[in-house]
């Protein structure tokens, strides 16, 4: 097995543009979320670096918890099917939510996920989500914050796996055709 960057087709997102964005996206909710405490719910695995890096441009008070949800196991497309397997520590009922999202690609994740959490009687829940691929929706789904948008192919990298691998990488990228014939 050689290094993970022989195995990358092509570069979508680099390192210094995700970084600006994030950059940015910090500022707004900064703006817009000031003296309202926020929750922001990662979903596990795939936000985490997003979040982690987000966090960190955030000049507001707020608090973290995580959810983490099935869906797609080991293959490339969305199975339809999301299921909640391990939910958050924290009451939300009266908070200002924000679910951070890695990817918004049918939208079944996030609209499942945002309907578990209104049943909890939230004061608002917004999406936050570094990408999203408009030409996979299958749910209309309203994400205040985009990262990205990105055209329907498969992406690695910066918290994104393909068989739990790639998640490392610090940018965003498509892969090779035969990585996906291992
Ligand atoms: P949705 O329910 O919107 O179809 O899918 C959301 C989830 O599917 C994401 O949180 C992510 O885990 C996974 N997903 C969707 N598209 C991609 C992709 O291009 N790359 C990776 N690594 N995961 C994806």
Request: proline letters at 2%; a positive charge.
């Given at each position: 097995?050689?290094e993970i960057?022989?195995?990358i ?5 680099s ?5 600006k964005?994030?950059?940015?996206l910090g500022k707004q909710?900064?703006?817009e979320?000031r003296?309202?405490n926020p929750v922001?719910?990662?979903i596990?695995?795939?936000s ?5 890096d987000?966090l960190?441009e955030?000049?507001?008070e ?15 497309e969305?199975?339809g099917?999301v299921k909640l397997?391990?939910d958050?520590?924290e ?7 924000l ?6 690609d049918?939208g079944l994740?996030?609209g499942?996920l945002?309907d578990?959490?209104r ?7 917004e999406i936050?989500t570094?990408?999203s691929?408009p030409a996979?929706r ?10 990205f ?8 990298g ?5 068989s739990e691998?790639?998640?490392n990488i ?6 090779k055709?035969e990585v996906?014939r291992?």
């Open positions: 097995m050689g960057k022989e195995d087709k092509e570069i979508l997102l390192k210094r543009k995700i970084k964005k994030v950059k940015k909710i900064s703006d979320y003296g309202k922001f719910v990662s596990l695995k795939g985490v670096i997003f979040l982690s987000l960190r955030l000049k507001i707020c608090s973290v918890d995580f959810m983490a949800v099935s869906s797609y196991n080991e293959k490339t969305s199975s099917v397997i391990m958050l520590r009451s939300i009922e009266g908070r200002h939510v679910l951070v999202e890695d990817i918004v049918t994740t996030a499942y945002r578990v959490i049943m909890r009687n939230p004061e608002s829940v936050c570094l990408l691929k996979a299958e749910l209309h789904i309203e994400c205040r914050y985009t990262g948008e990105i055209p329907d192919e498969y992406v690695v910066y918290g994104l796996d393909y691998k790639y998640r610090p940018y965003i990228a498509t892969l055709s996906y291992r």
